[in-house]
């Protein structure tokens, strides 16, 4: 597989409480020899966000979408409508683009397997994955999602992956203290740098 | 694009600086450099923070005293 159709985009909620969900997702999309990418991308405040949102998009063949985060944030008590939209952007490049958009693949991941079905029905025929609310589990969807993509026999199973991160992020916090860093001080470049640094290096 | 073959790896299992390629596992997985760049660290000062920490054994505890 050439390197340009391994770009992976990562759409999920990037707050404090799904933090260790996303930290696996970028985790196993590095393990399995992929890029992750995602809206984070875009901190340049100089730049127009959707527009740097699109363009990851059409570079990304891959999709990663969780939508389980339904549930009206504590400051504001409104639901987060950012990954709807990006999912639907995603569907839509490769419902319209041209023949590179139409390759498109994403895994949908939602807490149940049928729930989307009540506030996101349009979706229904999409194969939607359930995390259960669970790292673990969330790893193995992925891994194996990504593995069966691959094509590669190399890229070992969900379980095993998710043994090794929970290894990484007992170590983490020591490996950023050695950097005179604490783990929420990173950016998304920096952990995905550490991340294929730590594999590389102990994988 | 450049293709993911073994010969992008031939110099060893790590690979120069601004590589598309960071290393590969021993399992045979190959380790892309991620688009997105670090700020606070150079991939080698992480790759030596990683090495300190996990060479480094955890330290013994201190026997207590029963008495």
């Not at chain 1, 391994?6 to 933090?19: A, K, L, Q, S």
Request: positive net charge; aromatic residues 8%; hydrophobic residues 35%.
């Amino acid at each position: 597989m050439a390197a340009a159709d391994r770009h992976v985009f990562i759409n999920c909620p990037f707050d404090g409480e799904y933090n260790a969900f996303f930290h696996a997702i970028v985790f196993v999309v590095i393990r399995s020899g992929f890029y992750p990418r995602c809206a984070l991308e875009t901190d340049d405040s100089s730049e127009n966000r959707y527009g740097k949102i699109c363009a990851i998009i059409e570079q990304c063949r891959y999709g990663i979408h969780d939508i389980s985060r339904t549930e009206p944030d504590s400051r504001y008590r409104l639901p987060r409508f950012n990954m709807p939209l990006e999912l639907g952007l995603f569907l839509g490049a490769k419902r319209f683009g041209r023949t590179s958009q139409s390759r498109k693949v994403c895994i949908v991941l939602d807490r149940e397997r049928y729930r989307f079905q009540k506030f996101i029905s349009d979706i229904a025929g999409q194969d939607i994955h359930s995390h259960q609310g669970k790292i673990a589990v969330l790893i193995e969807e992925l891994a194996s999602w990504l593995r069966n993509h691959s094509r590669d026999a190399s890229v070992p199973g969900g379980r095993k992956m998710a043994r090794e991160f929970s290894v990484f992020r007992k170590q983490m916090p020591r490996i950023c203290a050695a950097r005179n860093l604490e783990p929420d001080e990173l950016t998304f470049g920096d952990y995905a740098a550490l991340v294929a640094e730590y594999i590389a290096e102990v994988a | 694009m450049e293709k993911l073959t073994q010969r992008t790896l031939s110099a060893g299992k790590k690979t120069a600086p601004g590589s598309q390629i960071v290393g590969k596992t021993r399992d045979g997985v190959v380790i892309l450099r991620p688009k997105a760049r670090p700020k606070h660290f150079t991939s080698e000062e992480i790759r030596e923070a990683i090495r300190q920490v996990v060479r480094s054994k955890p330290r013994a505890r201190k026997a207590r005293s029963t008495s």
